[in-house]
């Protein structure tokens, strides 16, 4: 048992020292040295868990990516009702919501990933993820849902993912990101609003005359 948990520590110390080397240096510029010193570790450890620097980005992406699949597959469901609900109601989607919780509680290894010092790739196999589920749930409804303006499917999707991955990225690389609960109605807010209407100039004074 002793040893589980010493284990255990380790690799979340070796985690952790990536996580911040990654703000630091960027995540080209690591060595395993750096991520040693940093996490007060031998070589020999860090080797006994990972083979190098790749596996031990690998090993935490697969982590994140597969814990993001499955807590967005326990909502497919509801994501499924969202599509046929009108959205002036504002209804949040799930699967966004999931995205949400998702990402901050592991929001320091996420930001970090999806920063300009990060991961290129990351934002894309999350989109991956997301993409996956929301044509699953379109296949199911295909005899029961349109897009408006006769706009190809495809693009429909792309535009609606790109739209709330790119707030995503945004609030999860903020200092301190607001919770989950609040963003999503942002957002929410923000997906009922036609983009050139979210800015409004206000009356100054000659407009009140």
Same mark, same amino acid.
């Given at each position: 048992?002793?040893?589980? $948990?010493?284990?255990?520590?380790?690799?979340?110390?070796?985690?952790?020292?990536? $996580?911040?080397?990654?703000?630091?240096?960027?995540?080209? %510029?690591?060595?395993?040295?750096?991520? @040693?010193?940093?996490?007060?570790?031998?070589?020999?450890?860090?080797? @006994?868990?990972? @083979?190098?620097? =790749?596996?031990?980005? %690998?090993?935490? #992406?697969?982590?994140?990516?597969?814990?993001?699949?499955?807590?967005? &597959?326990?909502?497919? !469901?509801? /994501?499924?009702?969202?599509?046929? $609900?009108?959205?002036?109601?504002?209804?949040?989607?799930?699967?966004?919501?999931?995205?949400?919780?998702?990402?901050?509680?592991?929001?320091?290894?996420? +930001?970090?990933?999806?920063? /300009?010092?990060?991961?290129?790739?990351?934002?894309?196999?999350?989109?991956?993820?997301?993409? +996956?589920?929301? &044509?699953? @749930?379109?296949?199911?409804?295909?005899?029961?849902?349109?897009?408006?303006?006769?706009?190809?499917?495809?693009?429909?999707?792309?535009?609606?993912?790109?739209?709330?991955?790119?707030?995503? $990225?945004?609030?999860?690389?903020?200092?301190?990101?607001?919770?989950? +609960? %609040?963003?999503?109605?942002?957002?929410?807010?923000?997906?009922?609003?036609? !983009?050139? =209407?979210?800015?409004?100039?206000?009356?100054? %004074?000659?407009?009140? #005359?």
């Amino acid at each position: 048992m002793e040893n589980k $948990v010493r284990k255990t520590n380790t690799v979340a110390d070796i985690k952790k020292a990536f $996580v911040t080397l990654i703000s630091k240096k960027g995540i080209r %510029e690591i060595n395993v040295t750096d991520i @040693t010193r940093a996490a007060g570790i031998g070589r020999g450890t860090f080797y @006994t868990h990972f @083979t190098d620097i =790749n596996d031990l980005l %690998e090993t935490i #992406e697969s982590e994140l990516l597969d814990q993001l699949s499955t807590d967005i &597959n326990a909502v497919i !469901p509801d /994501a499924m009702d969202w599509l046929m $609900v009108d959205k002036g109601e504002g209804v949040p989607a799930p699967f966004i919501l999931e995205t949400l919780n998702n990402f901050y509680q592991n929001r320091e290894m996420i +930001a970090a990933l999806l920063s /300009a010092h990060g991961d290129p790739y990351f934002l894309g196999k999350v989109k991956q993820i997301i993409f +996956a589920d929301l &044509n699953e @749930t379109l296949k199911k409804l295909d005899n029961d849902i349109s897009v408006n303006d006769n706009i190809p499917m495809d693009y429909a999707r792309e535009f609606v993912i790109d739209e709330v991955m790119s707030i995503i $990225v945004y609030w999860i690389s903020k200092p301190e990101p607001e919770k989950p +609960a %609040e963003v999503v109605q942002t957002i929410t807010k923000l997906q009922r609003t036609a !983009p050139i =209407n979210i800015f409004t100039k206000q009356k100054g %004074e000659s407009d009140r #005359e």
